[in-house]
């Protein structure tokens, strides 16, 4: 909600200044120029009755200013002392706004059975329609919290704006194919099933380095030895090629 009205008074700011030929670049951090203008006694370029009236706006969006860095301060200070919170955090994309309100929202992750149901429950999936027996995927459903789905996109055009997005064969791939906002979605969904991991696991993001081949499940050991690869993975699955042991379901 703060957040909120600091972004109505910033548009009435901007918007009451360009009727005098007074713009600035876009974003937040370009407002601090039209705050040096108004309290600048000496600019003579806003009329004197309006001046008192800026002056207000100005006032009232630095007391929002003052009051959003206490409440992150508080964000931030739960997060540390939270255990889900300083797991989630470890994940890319995930920051403590994000990581704070995923541990305070989803309190029992066991409620779903697998990631893919509780991405369902954010809305990042596609939505079905058909008729006939034939199903169309449509865009995403928009279904369940729309706050933190809303912080996973933000978060996953984070990452695609990184160099993580050049390095992730997968991204890279995606981007090729898809528009970045698409990308984005894909993207939140399976940062949502990662964080229903760590929740379900209570450890952190363990990043798989994309030139280590994924491991065989129906081969003893080869999850083990992928998950810490060393000596005592090698040995083991040493072990396994030359008894030829297999897990069977």
Request: charged share 25%; hydrophobic share 40%; aromatic share 4%.
């Amino acid at each position: 909600m703060l957040v909120k009205q600091r972004t109505m008074l910033i548009n009435s700011l901007r918007g009451l200044m360009a009727e005098f030929g007074i713009v600035v670049a876009e974003g937040p951090q370009h407002v601090d120029e039209l705050v040096a203008i108004v309290a600048d006694p000496a600019d003579q370029r806003v009329p004197a009755p309006l001046h008192h009236g800026l002056l207000a706006i100005v006032e009232t969006l630095r007391g929002l200013k003052r009051r959003i860095e206490i409440v992150e301060k508080q964000i931030v200070g739960w997060g540390r002392n939270n255990q889900t919170c300083r797991h989630l955090i470890t994940i890319p994309g995930y920051g403590p706004i994000l990581s704070s309100a995923m541990a305070a929202i989803a309190v029992t992750p066991a409620a779903f059975t697998s990631g893919r149901h509780f991405s369902a429950s954010l809305g990042l999936v596609p939505r079905q329609d058909g008729t006939g027996g034939k199903v169309k995927l449509g865009p995403i459903s928009k279904r369940g919290n729309g706050y933190l789905r809303r912080l996973l996109v933000n978060g996953a055009m984070s990452v695609l704006c990184s160099k993580r997005a050049k390095e992730d064969p997968w991204l890279a791939k995606l981007l090729e194919t898809k528009e970045r906002k698409v990308a984005a979605c894909a993207l939140a969904n399976k940062m949502a099933r990662i964080g229903w991991a760590v929740m379900m696991r209570q450890e952190d993001f363990r990043r798989r380095r994309h030139d280590q081949p994924r491991p065989d499940p129906r081969q003893s050991g080869a999850v083990l030895a992928a998950l810490n690869p060393g000596r005592d993975g090698e040995r083991v699955l040493r072990s396994n090629k030359e008894t030829g042991s297999r897990c069977h379901a």
